[in-house]
């Protein structure tokens, strides 16, 4: 398999449940090596999105938004398998239940349960995008969906850039010990910007960056960094506040 696509296979694999031909072991090389084809990857799901709103609007112009939004977020979980939810369930738990301890913090964080202050975080960010979308559908804007998923996969990229991984081990370690050059990084996370520029608007991603800056300066003073929860957390969180951005 050509070097490329399996970089692109590994990314599709780890940041979705589609399934992909990879064979073999996967090295912490590889898996570095693919954070390159986040974007894209961000931005083929947004696509689907795209295609399943026009798609139904094709067949019924008067087709009510706010079950079109809850079917759209339906594909969205069921697409990423929950993974950000995930992570943003852990991290709320932790940050209540921490106490403000890096350590206790960092321990709930690994704990396989979700508390009650996960869950209802989960429901409320679920129903913001919910209301969010179903307001933007309703308006006739559907041509966000594509670059949506590329804005919060890119700013992925651009933590591990600039943001300590406080765990020994894991998927986060080898991203942060094998990225490739941040030239080419830079590339694409400026391609993704003037995307999401020219289908979005510019208000929503300054939102999202104000937004990004204060959760990772939140993750710096309570942990010392990042982890892969704090990193999913930040995602959803950015989603549900692009989408409001996009409403003004």
């Given at each position: 398999?050509?070097?490329?696509?399996?970089?692109?296979?590994?990314?599709?694999?780890?940041?979705?449940?589609?399934?992909?031909?990879?064979?073999?072991?996967?090295?912490?090389?590889?898996?570095?090596?693919?954070?390159?084809?986040?974007?894209?990857?961000?931005?083929?799901?947004?696509?689907?999105?795209?295609?399943?709103?026009?798609?139904?609007?094709?067949?019924?112009?008067?087709?009510?938004?706010?079950?079109?939004?809850?079917?759209?977020?339906?594909?969205?979980?069921?697409?990423?398998?929950?993974?950000?939810?995930?992570?943003?369930?852990?991290?709320?738990?932790?940050?209540?239940?921490?106490?403000?301890?890096?350590?206790?913090?960092?321990?709930?964080m690994k704990g396989p349960y979700?508390?009650?202050?996960?869950v209802a975080i989960i429901v409320?960010?679920?129903?913001?995008?919910?209301?969010?979308?179903?307001?933007?559908?309703?308006?006739?804007?559907?041509?966000?969906?594509?670059?949506?998923?590329?804005?919060?996969?890119?700013?992925?990229?651009?933590?591990?850039?600039?943001?300590?991984?406080?765990?020994?081990?894991?998927?986060?370690?080898?991203?942060?010990?094998?990225?490739?050059?941040?030239?080419?990084?830079?590339?694409?996370?400026?391609?993704?910007?003037?995307?999401?520029?020219?289908?979005?608007?510019?208000?929503?991603?300054?939102?999202?960056?104000?937004?990004?800056?204060?959760?990772?300066?939140?993750?710096?003073?309570?942990?010392?960094?990042?982890?892969?929860?704090?990193?999913?957390?930040?995602?959803?969180?950015?989603?549900?506040?692009?989408?409001?951005?996009?409403?003004?």
């Amino acid at each position: 398999m050509d070097k490329q696509l399996r970089s692109f296979y590994i990314a599709l694999s780890f940041l979705t449940r589609i399934a992909t031909p990879v064979k073999g072991d996967v090295t912490q090389k590889q898996i570095g090596e693919s954070i390159v084809f986040y974007p894209l990857v961000g931005a083929l799901m947004g696509l689907t999105f795209y295609i399943i709103a026009e798609t139904i609007f094709f067949f019924s112009t008067d087709f009510s938004s706010e079950v079109l939004a809850a079917i759209l977020l339906a594909v969205w979980v069921l697409v990423t398998g929950g993974l950000h939810l995930d992570g943003l369930a852990d991290s709320a738990d932790a940050w209540i239940g921490g106490l403000n301890n890096r350590d206790r913090t960092l321990e709930i964080m690994k704990g396989p349960y979700c508390g009650p202050i996960g869950v209802a975080i989960i429901v409320l960010t679920l129903l913001l995008k919910w209301t969010a979308l179903s307001y933007l559908l309703k308006n006739d804007q559907s041509a966000f969906l594509i670059v949506l998923p590329m804005l919060s996969r890119s700013i992925i990229i651009v933590l591990f850039m600039t943001t300590v991984y406080v765990r020994d081990s894991g998927l986060g370690t080898a991203l942060l010990s094998y990225m490739p050059n941040e030239t080419i990084l830079w590339s694409l996370l400026l391609v993704s910007a003037l995307a999401y520029f020219i289908f979005a608007n510019i208000f929503s991603m300054l939102l999202v960056a104000i937004v990004v800056i204060a959760l990772r300066m939140m993750m710096i003073q309570r942990i010392g960094g990042m982890t892969g929860d704090t990193l999913g957390a930040t995602v959803e969180i950015a989603e549900a506040v692009a989408l409001i951005g996009l409403v003004f």
